[in-house]
DNA sequence: CATCTGAATTGCAGTATGCAACATTTTGTC
DNA sequence: GACAAAATGTTGCATACTGCAATTCAGATG
């Protein structure tokens, strides 16, 4: 059992490392936003603060720190003009893409620690323990998750 | 590569359920303070920001927060009176116990839906790729990252 | 004793967070 | 079509988390 919260911690400090490598000066739940946009692709203010599980007012507000950091942009449909379509700039995409190759790189070092046997049967481990947890495996490249 | 990351969701989403469980009215940061504090016993605030990584001034002003909500005690030594003593008081100790076993039986119930020889074998995983990532497995009971 | 070092606190600034109130726009009902 | 209801954002208010710099107090060192 303690196993679980151990590996909990070297993925943690694998994400932690890599969003501090890259800088970018966002902080972690900028980062989470980011990723979230990066993965779904333009939504609605809304649907990212559902995402995220935080309030609507937390999301209006870090997506103001956003687009003054120039990474996303605000932008309102014509269909319906009540909502705001949040978008990733060329910087934004590029600090993900950053983050998310550096993190990478770190875990498959860490992986090529291992037996090629043994990276086989942590992966089979970790999806058998996924699905019990009642949490689908991500299906695209990148996760939600990408923390 | 994947399935790592969907543990990791899986393994916070255990932990927050459980907080939120048992209530407590505290923040995660603050309930991150109240179970190393359990783990190692009662100690310096500069040991304790240490731990959990910030600075010196944000322990302070959470164990202010803390002794204000009644969980930890502050208090200093007649041998070094720069010192302060942080430790935990009744209802501090009860929370943290109440969490730990909520998520106890969370895992535990994750676990028992996999087979007896998966069980094995997600813990066999776990402690390998641990040890890949350069982090010993956590001895005690008590884990540092009881989140 | 004077100075330096260590521990904690406080001031200041920025970020994160939720709730409640509000404005605007769309939708639904009669 | 008019009015009520719901959806979407934003803003005000309050609290919490965070780091850096300056300060206070206590030990250690010369």
């Known amino acids: 059992m303690e196993a679980v ?8 400090a694998v994400a932690a490392r890599s969003i501090a490598a ?5 902080t972690l739940p900028q980062y989470r936003a980011l990723v979230l946009i990066a993965a779904r692709g333009p939504q609605r203010l809304i649907d990212l603060a ?16 956003l687009v003054g950091k120039g ?8 269909n319906d003009r009540r909502t705001v379509r949040i978008s990733l700039t ?10 998310t190759k550096h993190r990478r790189t770190d875990l498959a070092r860490i992986l090529s620690h291992m ?10 481990a970790l ?18 998750l990408d923390l």
Chains 1, 2 share one sequence.
């Open 90 to 99: 060329v910087d934004g995409k590029a600090l993900v893409d950053g983050v």
């Open 115 to 124: 037996a090629a046997e043994q990276q086989e049967a942590v992966v089979a």
């Open 71 to 78: 990474l996303v942009r605000r932008s309102r449909l014509p």
């Open 50 to 65: 559902d995402a995220l599980g935080v309030n609507r007012s937390t999301a209006t507000r870090m997506c103001d720190r």
């Open 5 to 12: 919260l151990t590996v909990s911690r070297a993925l943690v």
């Open 22 to 26: 890259v800088g970018g000066d966002v």
């Open 127 to 144: 999806t058998a323990f996924a699905i019990a947890a009642d949490e689908k495996p991500v299906l695209g490249e990148e996760s939600v």
